[in-house]
Structures are given as structure tokens and as C-alpha cells.
């Protein structure tokens, strides 16, 4: 690993800029649920377009996540896993995102270290313009939820190398029980085949 | 007796056995194994999590280019075929069936294509050691074709619930023979559901079967063999290979050498070697090098069923059920055919309904309104007389010449295409599928790509010997896909394997 790098913290691109420039269009017009509604001037700080790469900001940062930074996308993870109704699946939540996730995705390249701190700062300067942080956690996941936005736009970005990402993730790691008589899914280690009962649903099972 | 100095070139599943058995037999010799791939790391943690949340895959860069072949437009290349360490067995579905005895005899039952020189009961020993290595699960006590009750070296995979539908549709069309996919799965398989990405190797790939740390063994990725450098008509010098670290071409003797890539591949490195021994390519006098172009294609109805009560869905990455019940010898003449069950066609990925914003009530709904059901298979399939593949001008990334696929499919393929087409719908539909049909009619595939280094008893109607061994040349063997007769219905990978243990046993015996 490459200590130098390791320790080369990536900066906060843009918080300042987001802050102190566009403070006042955070107005919520209205949102319940799914159906959320947001300004233009927020549509268009969401949508509009920064200087990165198609692929993860800095790949070859690796290192741990600090705590406060895991707790921030933790929140958010366990945000959406309650929307989606799969919470109840996982009885150590935060342990099971950080060992078998954050981790792996951020101390082996292409590390998603400098990616995951730029979420953190999009879900605390939201969260400083609404009313509640679960309504920035739902801007993030959910507004426009069927449109794809750009890799180049910060939602984009947001939502592809994170939300996406944990999504698949908390399904395949015991997410996918919500969903009736499912007894295995992509991505779960359901034991031996040559096991009986099988890990997997049988013609006579 | 020892072989000496060995050259192998390709790491896929041929060349690594023959590695395999000749550092177990011949403790004297000395291999070295050719790759023009790289090697790509398997069996790693990250890069199954990365696959699993975004489904890239880390062998894709060794697929082929795009520009690699023409002629394409009715043959596909793209996505068949691995260049890497271990070849495509990185990538493939593990499909084990055996050929059955008839497909020994084309010739013989059908007046096409060539006999095998030898026959089922022949390869039977060697299937056995086969299925060992490559850790087959499948049913032992199915006699279709012949086993002499000789059990799989893994127990059989049961059937999946969502099979039971189409068994039951079998057993009202009076469907017999078909039961459970003998598969590359090992007892270590922990059924996570991302075959194409195995992070505890529960799939086998070749490149677990390649021993670098043999002292007599040496693996050289990156260094596409260009040339077979003849002494004389009837032994080989060495090759002429390509270091692609240094981008030098490189000479280097050796005293036997086994052509162990990719059918294409293989045939194309014998129309390279052309000398003033072998004016059109080494093996190649009678004009067979390259020439009989077969392939599978893909044949795929799909539809989907009414109603869900069970909310079946595929659980598994992988068919569990096989029919060979029109894989006969009374269907050799326009095609036999082989099929299974994949319930991977209509499954319904529900993280990306959440993350399309679908709530899970309504998707407790949409999946208890219907699911998807799909047969897949293949048939034998001849090509129109002609069929073959070519070098092309310019290089690949490899430095390797381009191909040229010339394919035409003949008129009695087309038409059984289409009737097993038929069947497949008949089957589905007697299952309760009676909606959204889609029915894929593909192309041949990079693959299954067999008969462009056929074997014959003569130099007059292929290019190798029962053994593999070149017609007229003493030291060099074409170990692949390539040197099949036909095609047969089947996946060839497990007979590949056996065709490899036999030349590889008799030659370090």
C-alpha cells in the first residue's frame, strides 16, 4: 500500500462553493413518499455536471473510512434499507456494511475512498437545507427515482458508485428474505448443494 | 519415456491438462506453457463484491476485439472466447454431458463430415478421469448416454423447484431422458449465485489446474506463439513466439509441441507456419487446415407464465435440468438436438425494480402475477459446404493475424432449427407459458467452434491422428476443439478433456 497516498486525504471539492453560493434554493415545495418535489435551482446543483472521471475519483487512495464518514453513509444505507423493507434482515447492520463492504471497496484499488467522502459531503450539505436528514437521505435516493441521471452530475455520481452499489450489496447479503420463498439470491453464500435440505428450493421441497 | 523439452501452446483447459498429466508422468521433461493472454486473478474477494454490485467482470479486456474477425456478421466471436490464463474456461457455464456413442459416427449414419478413430467405448475410460478433474456433479444412475453405473464425482445437484413445471410438461408429451445437468460444480460450490465470478472456486477454470510452482514448469503469459519453425517435413525446430513485455519476437527450440489453444486459434497457427516443407501451413497438404467450420448457435424460446403462487424463481446461476430425448441417433441425419431448463431466462432482478423506484408491495405483486420460463439448447448443425475460416490482413492485438470467417448455414440446419424451435415453444406451452413467446434463432458461436484441425486415420481427410499427432509430422500436436469430426449436440469441454488425458497418457506411459 502506498502510505503516502493512503494518508493524502482527498479534499472537499466543491462544499464551499455549494454553501455559500447557492444556499437559498433549498425550498421543498412538497414531497410524501416517493413523490418528491424539489426546486429548479436544487435540480439543477443535482444535475449539473463536475470535473471527474467516468470512473471513481482517485482510484489509488486506499485506506479505512474514517468513522464519522462511515456513519454518515451507514445512516443513509440504513435509510434506504428501511424503505425498501429489508432491514429486519440484517441484525448488525452497521458491522456487516463496514466489514464486508465499505472495507473491501476502499483498502483495494480502485478504491472508492475519495468517491465515498464526496457522498458523505453531498448527504451533510443536504441534510443542512432540509428538515430532517432522511429527507436529504430521500432527495438522494429516491427524487426522480426513474431517470438516469449522468455519470458526470453529482446525483449521478452519487447514486451509481454508492446507493446502486449498497443496494445490490444488502440484497445479496440477506436482503432478498423479504421477498417470499426466496432461499438463495446472486451474491449469497447459501452453503453446499450436496446438503439436505439443499440451499436452494427442490422440485419435492 | 520422457518427452524432453515440451512447448504448450494456450493455457486453457487442454494445455493444462496435458501440463497436468505430463509433469505427473514424466518427471524428466521440461514445459514451458505459451499464453498470448494475461493471467487475470480468480477467486478474489474484491473483485467478486465489485462483480456482484456492478457486474463487471475482470476477464472481460480478454474477450475478443471487434476488429479481431470479419465475416461476422452470421458468426459471432465476440464474447465466445477467452485469450487468458486458463482461456475460456474462466467464463464458461461448466455444461459437462458426454457425447453419445453415435456421435462417433457421422460418417457412417449420415454419409457427412468423418468418424471418429476411435469410439465411445474407447473415450469411456478417459470421460471418467475427465469428469474427475474438472469436479462433475450429475447423476450416475442415467445411463443416456452409457455410464456402465460409473457415478459423477460429486453428487447430483437436484432439481430446482421451478424444474418441476417443465418435467411435468415432458412427462404429458411423453418426453423421456432427461433429468439432472451434469455440471462443473464441485463440492466446494457454495451456490452463491455468480458462476461467471466464483470466489470460493466452486466452478472449475484451468487456471487452478496450472502447477507454476513445478520446478520443471514454467508459464509464459503475455507471448503469442506466431510461428511453428519447421527442421524438416517431418520434425519441428521450435517456435517463434512474441514477448509482449519487451514486444520482441523470440526463437526457441524444442522437442515436442502441443497446439493446445481455441479452435480458431489453433488452426490459424498451423496456416501460419507455412516453410519450404509445408508451402500451405504445417499439416495442411491436403488442404483440411482451417476448412469445415462448425458451431453451435444458441436456441432460445422464452415466454412467460400466468400467475405465480409459489413466486418461483431461479435460485441458482445455473440450469439444473438436461433433456437428451432428441438427442438420438434417429435425429443424426438433419441434427440432433439437446436442450435444458434454464430458469435464468425471465428472472426477476429485484434490486433493480428498488432501485428503479419500485415499492415492495408491488413487487410482491408483479411477481405473484407471473414469471418468466425459458429452454435453451443446441443442435448439431452443418454448415454449407465451404464453411472455414481464413488469416485476414492485418494483426490483432496480439500481433497475430485477424481471421476471416467464411459461414453459410445449410438448408437442412436451417430447417431443424426451426423445428426444435417448435418443440421447445410445444414444451413451454404445455408447462403453462402462454404468453410474451420470444424465440432466438442465433448465430453460430466462437465457442463451440470444432473440425478446422480434424482428426482422420489419413492425411488425405484431416490433418491429425487418433493420438492428435499431425499427419506426417513426428513432433507436433494439435490438442483442441478443433481437431473434432463434428459437432454433435453437446458442449465439447468434457470431451475436449478426455480427448487430452488420452493423447497426454499414451504419450508419458
Known amino acids: ?205 | 519415456m520422457t518427452l524432453g523439452k515440451v512447448a504448450i501452446v494456450g493455457s486453457g483447459v487442454a494445455g493444462a491438462t496435458i501440463a497436468d498429466i505430463l509433469l505427473g508422468n514424466d518427471a524428466a521433461s521440461k514445459i514451458v506453457m505459451f499464453e498470448a493472454g494475461n493471467e487475470v486473478v480468480m477467486r478474489d474477494h474484491r473483485k467478486w463484491l465489485d462483480y456482484i454490485t456492478t457486474g463487471s467482470l475482470p476477464y472481460y479486456w480478454n474477450e475478443d476485439d471487434v476488429t479481431d474477425a470479419s465475416g461476422t456478421e452470421n458468426f459471432w466471436v465476440k464474447g465466445g472466447r477467452l485469450m487468458a490464463v486458463g482461456g475460456s474456461t474462466l467464463h464458461w457455464g461448466g455444461w459437462c454431458p458426454r457425447f453419445k456413442p453415435e456421435d462417433f459416427f457421422l460418417k457412417s449414419n449420415t454419409e457427412r463430415g468423418l468418424d471418429w478413430p476411435f469410439t465411445y467405448e474407447d473415450l469411456t475410460p478417459y470421460y471418467v478421469k475427465a469428469e474427475q478433474r474438472l469436479r462433475v456433479t450429475g447423476d450416475g444412475s442415467r445411463d443416456d448416454p452409457p455410464r456402465h453405473n460409473e457415478p459423477y464425482p460429486v453428487p447430483k445437484m437436484p432439481l430446482a423447484k421451478k424444474d418441476g413445471l417443465i418435467v411435468n410438461a415432458l412427462e404429458n408429451l411423453g418426453i423421456s431422458s432427461y433429468g439432472n445437468l451434469p455440471i462443473a460444480r464441485s463440492t466446494s460450490c457454495q451456490t452463491v449465485g455468480s458462476c461467471a465470478y466464483c470466489p470460493v472456486g466452486g466452478r472449475y477454470d484451468a487456471s487452478m489446474d496450472i502447477q507454476s510452482n513445478f520446478e520443471t514448469f514454467e508459464l509464459r503469459s503475455k507471448s503469442p506463439v506466431a510461428e511453428i519453425i519447421m527442421d524438416s517435413k517431418k520434425k519441428a525446430y521450435g517456435l517463434r513466439y512474441v514477448d509482449m513485455n519487451t514486444g520482441e519476437h523470440q526463437q526457441e527450440e524444442f522437442d515436442r509441441i502441443f497446439v493446445c489453444g481455441g479452435s480458431m486459434e489453433s488452426a490459424k497457427l498451423l496456416l501460419s507456419s507455412r516453410s519450404r516443407f509445408w508451402h500451405s501451413g504445417l499439416g495442411n497438404d491436403t488442404g483440411h487446415v482451417g476448412q469445415h467450420l462448425s458451431a453451435h448457435s444458441l436456441l432460445r424460446v422464452t415466454g412467460q407464465m400466468p400467475g405465480n403462487a409459489s413466486f418461483l424463481q431461479q435460485e441458482l446461476d445455473f440450469p439444473t435440468l438436461e433433456c437428451r430425448h432428441f438427442d438420438v441417433p434417429e435425429n443424426q441425419y438433419k441434427g440432433k438436438f439437446y436442450f435444458v431448463h434454464d430458469g435464468r431466462i425471465g428472472h426477476y432482478n429485484i434490486t433493480k425494480k428498488l432501485l428503479a423506484g419500485t415499492m415492495p408491495a408491488q413487487i410482491d405483486e408483479e411477481r405473484a402475477s407471473g414469471t418468466g420460463f425459458g429452454l435453451a439448447g443446441f443442435m448439431e448443425e452443418f454448415a454449407a459446404p465451404g464453411s472455414r475460416i481464413e488469416l485476414a490482413s492485418g494483426k490483432n492485438r496480439f500481433g497475430l493475424p485477424k481471421t476471416n470467417i467464411v459461414y453459410t448455414t445449410s438448408d437442412i440446419t436451417k430447417s431443424a432449427k426451426l423445428e426444435w424451435l417448435e418443440k421447445m415453444e410445444k414444451i413451454l406451452r404445455v408447462a403453462g407459458v402462454d404468453r410474451d413467446f420470444r424465440i432466438k434463432n442465433g448465430n453460430p458461436r466462437a465457442d463451440h467452434t470444432v473440425s478446422l484441425c480434424r482428426m482422420s486415420d489419413s492425411a488425405s481427410e484431416g490433418v491429425v491422428d487418433q493420438n492428435c499427432k499431425i499427419h506426417d509430422c513426428d513432433n507436433v500436436h494439435v490438442v483442441s476443439n478443433a481437431v473434432f469430426p463434428n459437432l454433435t449436440a453437446v458442449n465439447p469441454t468434457l470431451t475436449l478433456v478426455a480427448v487430452a488425458i488420452k493423447v497426454a497418457e499414451n504419450l508419458s506411459r
Request: charged share 25%; with cysteine.
Open chain 1, 1 to 205: 500500500m502506498n502510505e503516502e497516498k493512503t494518508r493524502a486525504f482527498p479534499s472537499i471539492v466543491d462544499r464551499r462553493t455549494f454553501v455559500g453560493g447557492a444556499t437559498a434554493f433549498f425550498t421543498f415545495s412538497a414531497y410524501a413518499g416517493t413523490s418528491i418535489n424539489v426546486t429548479n435551482e436544487l435540480s439543477f446543483w443535482l444535475q449539473s455536471e463536475i470535473d471527474e472521471p467516468n470512473w471513481v475519483a482517485n482510484p489509488d487512495v486506499t485506506g479505512e473510512l474514517p468513522q464519522q464518514f462511515l456513519k454518515i453513509l451507514t445512516e443513509f444505507a440504513d435509510f434506504v434499507s428501511r424503505r425498501w423493507e429489508i432491514r429486519d434482515q440484517f441484525p448488525d447492520f452497521a458491522n456487516l456494511l463496514n466489514s464486508d463492504f465499505f472495507s473491501y471497496k476502499t483498502t483495494e484499488r480502485d478504491s472508492y475512498l475519495t468517491e465515498y467522502v464526496k457522498c458523505t459531503y453531498m448527504i451533510d450539505t443536504l441534510a443542512k437545507h432540509t428538515n430532517t436528514r432522511d429527507e436529504a437521505h430521500e432527495i438522494l435516493a429516491f427524487w426522480d427515482v426513474e431517470k438516469e441521471f449522468s455519470i458526470k452530475s453529482r446525483l449521478g455520481r452519487f447514486r451509481k458508485f454508492f446507493r446502486d452499489e449498497v443496494a445490490y450489496f444488502l440484497l445479496s447479503q440477506g436482503g432478498f428474505r423479504r421477498f417470499a420463498e426466496l432461499k438463495n439470491y446472486k451474491g449469497y453464500h447459501g452453503g453446499s448443494f450436496t446438503e439436505i435440505p439443499p440451499p436452494y428450493r427442490v422440485i419435492d421441497g
